[in-house]
């Protein structure tokens, strides 16, 4: 499986970007999706996760009421929808896929067994 993460890219505080990250190869119903990040300095965090079906969605405190992640099985493709973007959430955005293994395992990074290259966001202020 490749993933390949787009949409990253520069914006001011308060603005908006949409990421997307495309699946290829190997894929496999059932399938969670998500998104991670990592700041300079800091180590990975959990962004927002998303099951199969989309029915169920999962996010970062520090996300809610900002972040909307979507996906579309046909495309196999995953977003992630950024509003109000603050300068903390400057990072690099990676998303990444695995079997689903429960709920509590979703923020959890060592559940995913594949992760695309990363997408660089910056946030000024």
């Known amino acids: 499986v490749q993933l390949v993460e787009s949409g990253g890219g520069s914006v001011q505080a308060g603005g908006s970007l949409r990421l997307s990250c495309a699946a290829s190869?190997?894929?496999?119903?059932?399938?969670?999706m998500a998104w991670f990040r990592q700041a300079p300095g800091k180590e990975r965090e959990f962004v927002a996760g998303?099951?199969?079906?989309?029915?169920?969605?999962y996010y970062a405190d520090s996300v809610k009421g900002r972040f909307s992640i979507s996906r579309d099985n046909a495309k196999n493709t995953v977003y992630l929808q950024m509003n109000s973007l603050k300068p903390e959430d400057t990072a690099v955005f990676y998303c990444?896929?695995?079997?689903?293994?429960?709920?509590?395992?979703?923020?959890?990074?060592?559940?995913?067994?594949?992760w695309g290259q990363g997408t660089q966001v910056t946030v000024s202020s």
């Open positions: 990444a896929t695995g079997a689903y293994r429960g709920s509590n395992n979703v923020p959890e990074g060592s559940s995913y067994d594949y």
């Open positions: 190869g190997r894929t496999f119903i059932g399938n969670v």
């Open positions: 998303i099951n199969w079906s989309g029915t169920r969605t």
